[in-house]
C-alpha cells in the first residue's frame, strides 16, 4: 500500500435491495491535508461515510487507514482507531457542560468516583492547544452553534484523531464564525491530521481544500488538486452539465409599498429592537447577519409566532394584527421555517398531507368533511408546478431529498394562496442543481407579485436573488443595501456592526 | 442618530426593569408555595413549632427515598407507575418476616425471629428484580416506560395479593411486628428520628452516585440525549438497567421502612404513591424532557408537598380540597417548568 495516504478507500461497491448507490468509488486523504469531498445530494457522499464508519457495510472494497485494511464495526470503534466524524445535526448532551461532553463514554476515575479536575484540565489543556476560547464548565446549551461544533472537533482531537470527517460543518455559521472553524482546521492540517470536508459551498472549498473527490450518482468522477480547478468545473463534475449561471436573471418588477414594519420590538429574549423597513410589492428582500442577530426572530415576530413589546404592521397602508401565527394566515403571511426537519415537515406523512395540512379548512365539503379529490388535485398540480421529484403523491415526504421535501413545503404555503412570503434559509442543505430550481421560484412568485422576504447566511445567495438586503446585526437592524449596488464587505461590516455589547458607542 | 441612541438606553433601562419578572417566573412555584405555608402560618400560628418540624421531616422521609429512585427513572426521560406496588410488595414481605413471636394472627405462625437485615434484603432483592425487568423491557424493546411500568403495576399487584392471601391467617392486614423493627424505624438516635436519619444518609449516597461517579453522569447524558451517549461509547442498556436497580433498591427500602411506620401492610400498602413521588419530582424542578434534575429538586419537591399536606391537615382543611390544591400545584408547576425551557412567546 502507498504510505503517502493516511486514509485510502478503494472501489467500494454498496447496493440497497439491488439498487447501486456506490459504485467503485476511491478516496485517497493525505496527511495534513483538506481532502473535499463534493457531490450532489443524493450523490452517495454519506454513504460513503456510513460505510466507513461500521453502519452500512459495503458489498466489496477496501478501507486502509495508514496502509492497514480495517473495517469499523461502529462509529466509536472508528473513533478509538483515531477517524471521528463531526456531524451536520450536532449529537450532543446540551443539558450538560463541555467537559461531561467531551469525556462522555470514558470518564477518569479515581476510585469509586470521576476525576472531575483531571477532566477539567485536560479539557483546558486541548482547548488551549486548539486555540479555542471557551470555559470547559459551561453548559452546551448556553452555547451557539459554531461554539458546540467546535467542542465536537475539539472532543475528536482528544481521541487522537488521525482523519476528521467534517460534515458540512459550515450550513449555520456566519462568515465570522466560519473562519474560526477555519483556523482550527489549520491547527490540525499543521499536526498532521488528515480533514474530509464535506460542503455544498463552493466559496469554502476554494478557500480550505487542497485537493477536491466529487462523486456523481454513486459514481467516483474524479480527483484533482484544487489549483487544478474553477467553480465551474467542479460543477459541471457535480452536475454533468453547464450551470449557465448560478442564479437565474430577477425578473421581478418591484413596485409600490407592500407592507410596512414600524418600531418592532419582541418582548422576550433573543429581542429584535426597532425594525423598521417597507416592503415593496413583488420584491424579494433579503436580510443577511450573523446567527444570533435576530433574523429568525424578526420573521417570527413578524408571523405572530414571537410577542411583540412594541410595533405595528401595515399592509398597504392598513394596520393589521398578526399577533398569533393563525391570524398571520388569515392576513395572508406564509413562514417557511429554518428547521425544515424540526418544524417543517411531518416525517411519515405522505406528499398530500404535507401539501395541504396548512390549507386544510379550505378542503372541507359543506357539512364539515374533508374533501379528497379536491385535495389529491391540488397536490398534483403541486407535484407539477414545481417538479418535486416523487413517484406520486402518496410517497412519505421523508422519503423526498431535501431539495424536494423543500418545494413541497413551499407548495404547502402557496396553497394557502398567501401575499407575503417569509423564507428562512429555503435553501440549507439542498444540491446545487435544487438550489437553482428554488431560485427560479422565488423569483416567480415575486414576478407574479408576491413580496417576499428571504433569511439567508449565504451571501452568494442573497446577492443572486434579492432586490435589496437588510442587514441586522446583534438585534437591530444595522443598515438596508440596494442589492446592485453593494458588496460582500459592506454587509460583512453592517452585520458586525453592533457586536460586543457597542452599541452606544456606536451612536 | 440621538434618535437611536435614546431607543437604544430605553431598551437597557427596559431590561432592567424586567429582570425582576424573569426571577418571578422562573421561581413562580416556590412562591406560590411559600404563600400558601405563610397563609397556614397566619390562620395557626402553633405551625411554627419544633414537633411540627420533626413531624414533617419524618414524615418526609420515605416519600423522598422513593422519589430518588423515580428521579433517576424520569431524567432518563421516563415515569415508573409500579413504584406503589413494590413498595406494597416489600411492606408486606417485610411485615410477613418481622412478626412478634408472641403475635396470635402470623403470617408464618412457627418461624423462627430473623435478624431484621434479611428481610431488608429479601424486600431489595426483589424491587430491585421487579425494576430491574422494567428497565430492561424499557431499553430492550424500547417500550414506553409508562406502558411497560403499567403492565408491572398490575402484574406485581396480582402477585403480591396472591402472596398476602397466602399466610396463616389468610388475607388480614399484616401486623404485631417484631419491636427490633419498629424501635429501628420509628424511634430516634441522640433525639433525631431514625427515618429523617435514613433519608439524610439516603440523600448523600444519591448525591454522591448523581454527580460524581460514571454511573450518574452517564445517567444524564442518556437522558439528555441518547443517541449522543450511544455514539460516544456508554453501554446504554446498563445506564438504563442500573438506574432501575437503584430505584428498586430504594423503593425496597421505603416500603420496608413504610410498614414498620404504619404499623401494619396489606396488598394495598403504597398504592399511589408513585404519583406523590412523581409530583414532587416534577415539583423539584426534575424535567420530564429528561436529563435534567438534582438531588436538591427532590428534597425540595417533597418537603414542599410534606408541608402543604401537613399544613392543611393542621388548619383542620377537608382532605378533598387538600386534592384540588396538590392538583393546581402539579400542573402549575410543570407549565412553569417548560416555561421556564422555552423562553418563548
Not at chain 2, 196 to 224: E, Q, R
Request: proline content about 3%; charged content about 20%.
Amino acid at each position: 500500500m502507498e504510505e503517502e495516504y493516511l486514509l485510502s478507500i478503494k472501489n467500494v461497491n454498496k447496493s440497497f435491495s439491488g439498487v447501486k448507490v456506490l459504485k467503485d468509488v476511491c478516496l485517497n486523504v493525505r496527511p495534513g491535508t483538506v481532502h473535499s469531498l463534493m457531490g450532489e445530494n443524493g450523490a452517495g457522499k454519506s454513504t460513503l461515510m456510513k460505510c466507513l464508519f461500521g453502519i452500512y457495510r459495503q458489498d466489496s472494497g477496501k478501507f486502509y487507514l495508514q496502509g492497514d485494511e480495517f473495517n469499523f464495526t461502529d462509529p466509536k470503534h472508528a473513533l478509538e482507531n483515531g477517524v471521528s466524524m463531526v456531524h451536520q445535526e450536532l449529537n450532543q448532551v446540551t443539558k450538560r457542560t463541555i467537559t461531561d461532553n467531551i469525556w462522555l463514554g470514558r470518564y477518569p476515575v479515581k476510585g469509586l468516583f470521576v476525576d472531575e479536575r483531571k477532566m477539567y484540565e485536560d479539557t483546558k489543556a486541548l482547548f488551549k492547544r486548539l486555540n479555542i476560547h471557551l470555559d470547559p464548565r459551561t453548559r452546551l446549551d448556553k452555547l451557539s452553534v459554531s461554539q458546540r461544533q467546535m467542542v465536537e472537533i475539539a472532543k475528536a482531537v482528544s481521541y487522537n484523531a488521525k482523519i476528521i470527517v467534517l460534515d458540512e460543518p459550515t450550513s449555520s455559521l456566519t462568515a465570522h464564525e466560519v473562519n474560526m472553524l477555519f483556523d482550527i482546521m489549520k491547527v490540525l492540517k499543521k499536526e498532521g491530521v488528515g480533514i474530509v470536508y464535506i460542503s455544498h459551498k463552493m466559496e469554502e472549498i476554494f478557500e480550505v481544500s487542497d485537493e477536491v473527490t466529487v462523486l456523481r450518482d454513486g459514481f467516483y468522477i474524479g480527483t484533482e488538486t484544487i489549483e487544478n480547478l474553477t467553480m465551474e468545473k467542479i460543477v459541471n463534475m457535480m452536475v454533468g452539465r453547464e450551470l449557465e449561471d448560478r442564479f437565474p436573471a430577477k425578473t421581478n418588477k418591484p413596485d409600490g409599498i407592500h407592507m410596512s414594519v414600524r418600531n418592532l420590538t419582541t418582548r422576550y429574549k433573543p429581542v429584535v429592537h426597532d425594525v423598521n423597513f417597507d416592503l415593496k410589492k413583488g420584491e424579494i428582500l433579503g436580510i443577511a447577519g450573523l446567527v444570533g442577530a435576530g433574523r429568525t426572530e424578526l420573521l417570527e415576530a413578524l408571523f405572530g409566532a414571537r410577542t411583540l413589546k412594541t410595533g405595528e404592521i401595515y399592509i398597504d397602508d392598513k394596520l393589521i394584527n398578526n399577533s398569533d401565527p393563525h391570524k398571520a394566515i388569515n392576513n395572508r403571511f406564509a413562514l417557511l421555517t429554518e428547521e425544515r426537519r424540526q418544524t417543517g415537515i411531518y416525517p411519515i406523512a405522505d406528499i398530500t398531507f404535507n401539501s395541504c395540512i396548512s390549507n386544510i379548512q379550505s378542503y372541507k365539503n359543506s357539512l364539515g368533511f374533508l374533501v379528497d379529490r379536491k385535495m389529491k388535485e391540488d397536490t398534483d398540480l403541486q407535484i407539477k408546478n414545481m417538479r418535486i421529484k416523487t413517484p406520486n403523491r402518496r410517497e412519505k415526504i421523508r422519503a423526498l431529498s431535501g431539495g424536494n421535501q423543500q418545494k413541497v413545503i413551499i407548495g404547502r404555503w402557496l396553497l394557502t394562496n398567501p401575499d407575503i412570503l417569509l423564507l428562512d434559509e429555503p435553501t440549507r442543505g439542498i444540491d446545487v442543481g435544487a438550489k437553482y430550481e428554488i431560485y427560479q421560484l422565488i423569483i416567480n412568485l415575486a414576478e407574479e407579485g408576491k413580496s417576499i422576504i428571504v433569511v439567508s447566511s449565504e451571501m452568494p445567495e442573497l446577492l443572486g436573488i434579492t432586490n435589496r438586503i437588510m442587514v441586522m446585526s446583534n438585534g437591530f437592524v444595522s443598515g438596508i443595501v440596494n442589492t446592485d449596488e453593494t458588496t460582500q464587505t459592506e454587509i460583512f461590516n453592517l452585520s458586525t456592526k453592533y457586536l460586543n455589547n457597542n452599541r452606544e458607542a456606536e451612536v | 442618530m440621538s434618535g437611536l441612541k435614546t431607543d437604544i438606553r430605553n431598551n437597557l433601562l427596559n431590561r432592567d426593569k424586567e429582570w425582576w419578572k424573569e426571577l418571578l417566573i422562573n421561581n413562580a412555584i416556590y412562591i406560590v408555595i411559600f404563600a400558601i405555608i405563610v397563609f397556614i402560618i397566619v390562620k395557626e400560628p402553633a405551625f411554627v413549632s419544633f414537633a411540627v418540624f420533626k413531624n414533617i421531616l419524618t414524615q418526609s422521609s420515605v416519600r423522598l427515598i422513593l422519589a430518588f429512585g423515580v428521579a433517576g427513572i424520569i431524567i432518563l426521560q421516563g415515569t415508573d407507575l409500579s413504584l406503589g406496588r413494590m413498595v406494597g410488595f416489600a411492606a408486606v414481605v417485610s411485615g410477613s418476616l418481622l412478626q412478634r413471636a408472641d403475635y396470635a394472627n402470623r403470617f408464618y405462625p412457627d418461624m423462627a425471629p430473623l435478624p431484621i437485615i434479611l428481610p431488608l434484603l429479601a424486600a431489595i432483592v426483589l424491587c430491585s428484580v421487579f425494576s430491574a425487568i422494567n428497565g430492561f423491557v424499557v431499553a430492550k424493546f424500547e417500550i414506553h416506560p409508562f406502558l411497560a411500568t403499567m403492565g408491572m403495576m398490575i402484574t406485581l399487584y396480582g402477585i403480591l395479593s396472591i402472596y398476602f392471601a397466602s399466610g396463616a391467617p389468610g388475607p388480614q392486614p399484616i401486623g404485631g411486628f417484631d419491636e427490633r423493627y419498629t424501635e429501628f424505624v420509628i424511634g430516634s438516635t441522640m433525639g433525631i428520628p431514625n427515618l429523617v436519619l435514613i433519608a439524610g444518609i439516603t440523600s448523600v449516597v444519591v448525591w454522591f452516585l448523581w454527580n460524581k461517579t460514571t454511573f450518574g453522569k452517564n445517567m444524564y447524558a442518556v437522558g439528555g440525549n441518547p443517541e449522543a451517549a450511544k455514539v460516544s461509547g456508554v453501554n446504554v442498556m446498563t445506564t438504563f438497567l442500573l438506574v432501575y436497580i437503584l430505584a428498586g433498591v430504594l423503593y425496597g427500602i421505603g416500603g420496608f421502612l413504610e410498614a414498620a411506620r404504619i404499623g401494619s401492610a396489606n396488598n394495598g400498602t403504597g398504592f399511589g404513591y408513585e404519583l406523590d413521588a412523581i409530583a414532587a419530582c416534577v415539583v423539584g424542578g426534575i424535567s420530564f424532557s429528561g436529563g435534567i434534575g438534582k438531588v436538591s429538586g427532590a428534597i425540595v419537591g417533597v418537603l414542599m408537598f410534606t408541608i402543604i399536606s401537613y399544613g392543611m391537615t393542621f388548619m383542620g382543611l377537608d382532605m378533598y380540597y387538600q386534592y384540588i390544591i396538590k392538583g393546581i400545584i402539579i400542573v402549575a408547576a410543570v407549565s412553569l417548568d417548560t416555561k421556564k425551557y422555552l423562553k418563548k412567546s
